[in-house]
């Protein structure tokens, strides 16, 4: 048996410290734990890497507090729109959906896209017809609204019409999970309800495998948060991959670079990217690079032990 590993991000879109109150902050830090304690069950039980970052994402679909599931972000015309992708680093099938209004999991959806075998990615109206031929759960659009994504949206259009500059907060968010379990494979989710205010139809980095999500065993697993568009551009997650086989640099150059370098280079012309992500390598060592005021993230070590973080200082939990 190899080491197992497991890391988590809830999104680079985090507010100043003091921003929230510190009940607000720990709530979600405690919604990170259970995240991390589903995903590490699966891991010390002998479970897959797949279902492991499965189990991790679905507690983050089903937290307000991230952007994914309930609680995900609301498009210009007041809708959710939902994507997801996994990918098994093992045979490098994926699966994802995206444009979905109803899928209470969207990395249900996806996980079960992939077990099909027929199709790595459906979209809109398919993918919630295939979800539900699928006996997953299917819930109404009001299922997913909480009052902060109604808020960002309002102050989202108050920022278009004054021509200033939103939040992280209120711009995007994504939640994703990366694993390795004890038969040295590797695997990699990640869900969004995309940027606040997006067009209607709009799909971002997250269920395209190879920018917001990627897994290649012996190599590096891969899941991104942050402006989506860019994802898509830089081929993030398979770019990390690429530097690690190729360039033969660690988790944690290859993943840097790329953050703090191939995004950071886009910027010059665009503004700030802001962008995150966790990524894990065949040995299990662990990178969460970010470049925004903080981003919500966790792991554990091989010894069990468990972290969670979403600015600079870092809290033990327990599973």
């Known amino acids: 048996m190899t080491t197992i590993a497991l890391a988590i991000h809830g999104g680079c879109g985090v507010l100043p410290l003091d921003s929230m109150s510190a009940e607000d902050w720990a709530e979600a830090r405690q919604d990170l734990a259970r995240a991390l304690a589903a995903g590490w069950a699966e891991l010390t039980e002998g479970g897959s890497a797949v279902a492991a970052v499965e189990a991790a994402v679905v507690v983050m679909e089903d937290s ?25 680093g093992a045979t490098l099938e994926a699966g994802a959906v995206s444009a979905a ?9 996806a996980r079960a896209l992939m ?15 295939f979800a539900a031929g699928a006996g997953l759960e299917v819930m109404p659009q009001d299922y ?3 009052q902060k994504r109604v808020e960002a949206l309002a102050a989202m259009k108050a920022h278009a019409a004054a021509g200033t500059e939103a939040t992280e907060n209120e711009k995007h968010g994504t939640v994703g999970a ?11 989710a990640t869900s969004t309800g995309g940027y606040t205010n997006k067009p209607a139809g709009r799909v971002g980095d997250s ?25 898509i551009r830089h081929v993030v997650g ?6 690690i086989a190729y360039l033969k640099e660690d988790v944690r150059t290859a993943a840097e670079h790329v953050v703090h ?15 995150g992500l966790v990524a894990l390598d065949a040995s299990g060592q662990v990178s969460a690079p970010f470049n925004t005021a903080g981003m919500f993230r966790g792991w554990v070590t091989p010894e069990g032990r468990a972290f969670v973080a979403t600015h600079e200082d870092i809290h033990e939990v327990q599973l």
């Open 64 to 88: 307000p507090h991230f952007n994914a599931g309930h609680g995900a972000a609301l498009n210009e015309d007041g809708f959710h729109e939902l994507d997801a992708s996994i990918m098994d």
């Open 101 to 109: 209004r109803g899928i209470r999991n969207p990395v249900r959806a």
């Open 115 to 129: 077990d099909d075998g027929r199709a790595v990615f459906l979209t809109g109206g398919a993918a919630d017809d």
């Open 144 to 146: 997913f609204t909480t």
């Open 178 to 188: 990366v694993a390795l379990d004890g038969a040295g494979h590797l695997a990699a």
């Open 207 to 231: 269920p395209v495998i190879g920018a917001g999500t990627y897994a290649r065993d012996g190599v590096c697993a891969v899941s991104g948060t942050g402006k989506g568009e860019f994802f």
């Open 238 to 243: 398979h770019e990390i991959a690429a530097r």
């Open 261 to 275: 370098v191939d995004l950071s280079a886009s910027s010059q012309t665009t503004g700030i990217v802001g962008a």
